[in-house]
């Protein structure tokens, strides 16, 4: 089994910043993806950035330029920097990770930019 713990979440004024955290255990592969998804009130999960094991990154246009998605493959952690951050950016962000088959979800960590 594997399990995602996230922290870093918080709530900022529009323009600053937060950094999250999300360390993986348990039966972890070392061809993955990992990376971060984000659910506002009412709207479906999207996709933020994701970071293969390789290093590739992928983001959603919204946070290109503003955000930076890292891991350290020794700790099986992901980061998530975010930067120049609005409103809209508001959200309960869940960390990914998937290997193989299986995808995994660890349990979400709200985002909250004050206007």
């Known amino acids: 089994q594997v399990q995602l713990v996230e922290s870093g979440g918080g709530l900022v004024q529009a323009g600053g910043s937060l950094r999250l955290s999300c360390a993986a255990s348990g039966n972890i592969f070392s061809i993955n993806t990992m990376g971060w998804y984000r659910q506002a009130p009412g709207k479906q999960r999207e996709l933020v950035a994701v970071?293969?094991?390789?290093?590739?990154?992928n983001y959603v246009d919204g946070v290109k330029g503003r955000f930076t998605v890292s891991r350290d493959n020794a700790k099986n952690t992901v980061y998530l920097q975010m930067n120049s951050l609005k409103p809209e950016d508001t959200a309960v962000y869940y960390c990914n990770l998937d290997q193989s088959v299986y995808r995994y979800w660890g349990q979400g960590t709200q985002v909250t930019v004050s206007s």
């Open positions: 970071i293969l094991s390789d290093g590739t990154t």
